[in-house]
Every structure is written in structure tokens, then in C-alpha cells.
């Protein structure tokens, strides 16, 4: 066994590690339709369904690699609907829009390099996931460039940060892309080593 599947099947017996350096990967996004009447900040589950559906039509491959430390393993794939969903769960945990959430991140705009943007930040950060969520527009508030974040999670057992990273291709809402994802994680676990992980994903369409 090569040592990065070594580190992988060490994470996969951890109960602690497992939900966090895998980005809940393999985890499934609970909505209740409460929570998706909530409009007060943008809309990034939409955006993400938007892109699923897409996906249905098009097809796009994946191309994915993950450095774990030193380890590095690429690999190219043919994701179905489930799979699409759970390579973004940890994009899909940046919707704000939930019954807790309103009132507690503030709203800044303004323009940089051509680009306008809208972040949030977290008003008690130490409270929540998201820490700051920044996304970038192109041309109109519902056409994103780029999407940044910032999560963790922190307790007397471990701690985690996480940044995550969304590019787009597309200068209208019909033909809007997902381009490449980033997602960062350094992770520290009372009585393991300090691990390092991060994912890259590049869409390869016809």
C-alpha cells in the first residue's frame, strides 16, 4: 500500500478526522424548504443546482487531483448527478441562507480590477462555518466570475481551516460554466499529525 492510500485509510478509521478532511465529500446536503424561502444573502445552493443541471446535459469530465503532504494522485472522471453533488457538498455548506443566519454576517460591495463583488463576513466568526464568503461578478449581480471563502472549525479536539475556491466561464445566466474548484484544508487532531490536504478539479467539456 503507497503511503498516500496509507494516510487515506488512517483518515477514513479516524472519527474525528474523517468529516473534515474529506470536506464532507461524502456527505449529504440536508434542506428543508424553510431554509430555501430565506433570500437574505446570495444564492449559492441556486447557483450550484443551476450548475448541476447542466452538468445532466453536457457531460463535463473531471479531472482531479489531491495532494495529501507530499502525496499527489490525479485522476480523470466521468461524474453522474450523486457524484456531482458530493465532489461540491463543500461548496453547498457555503449557503448562508438559513433560519440562524440571518442578521449575523455583514454585507460589504464594491468594485476591483473591472470586477464587482459582494462579501460576507461572519459577525462572530469563532460562532460560525463560514467565516467570510466573497463572490465576484462579471457583468450582473446573478453572473459570478469567482467565488472565495473561508471556513473552519475549532474545538478541544481538533481544529480546521478551510478555503475553497469557485471559477466560472460565461458572460450570461444560459451559458455560465464551472471552470475549475479549489478546496484547502490544513487540519490538526489532538494526538495525530498535522495534515495538509488539498483538492483541485479542472471540468473538461466537449
Not at 102 to 129: C, D, F, H, I, M
Request: glycine share 4%; with cysteine; charged share 25%.
Amino acid at each position: 500500500m503507497s503511503l498516500f492510500k496509507a494516510k487515506l485509510s488512517r483518515l477514513n478509521s479516524s472519527f474525528f478526522v474523517l468529516p473534515f478532511i474529506l470536506f464532507n465529500v461524502f456527505a449529504c446536503s440536508s434542506k428543508n424548504s424553510e431554509e430555501n424561502k430565506i433570500t437574505e444573502y446570495y444564492d449559492v445552493k441556486g447557483l450550484l443546482d443551476q450548475q448541476l443541471l447542466m452538468f445532466e446535459k453536457m457531460e463535463p469530465q473531471l479531472q482531479k487531483v489531491v495532494l495529501l503532504d507530499d502525496e499527489r494522485d490525479s485522476t480523470v472522471l466521468q461524474p453522474d448527478q450523486k457524484s456531482w453533488h458530493s465532489e461540491l457538498d463543500a461548496f453547498y455548506n457555503l449557503d448562508l441562507n438559513k433560519k440562524d443566519l440571518v442578521g449575523q454576517y455583514q454585507t460589504q460591495k464594491g468594485e476591483q480590477e473591472g470586477l464587482s463583488w459582494l462579501k460576507y463576513t461572519a459577525k462572530e466568526p469563532e460562532n460560525r462555518e463560514v467565516s467570510q464568503l466573497t463572490i465576484y461578478f462579471i457583468n450582473q449581480p446573478n453572473v459570478p466570475s469567482v467565488i472565495e471563502a473561508i471556513t473552519g472549525k475549532n474545538n478541544q479536539l481538533y481544529g480546521l481551516e478551510k478555503r475553497l475556491f469557485m471559477q466560472f466561464d460565461g458572460n450570461n445566466v444560459e451559458n455560465l460554466r464551472l471552470k475549475t474548484y479549489e478546496i484547502g484544508a490544513n487540519q490538526k487532531v489532538v494526538l495525530l499529525d498535522s495534515l495538509r490536504v488539498e483538492v483541485r478539479g479542472h471540468l473538461i467539456y466537449e
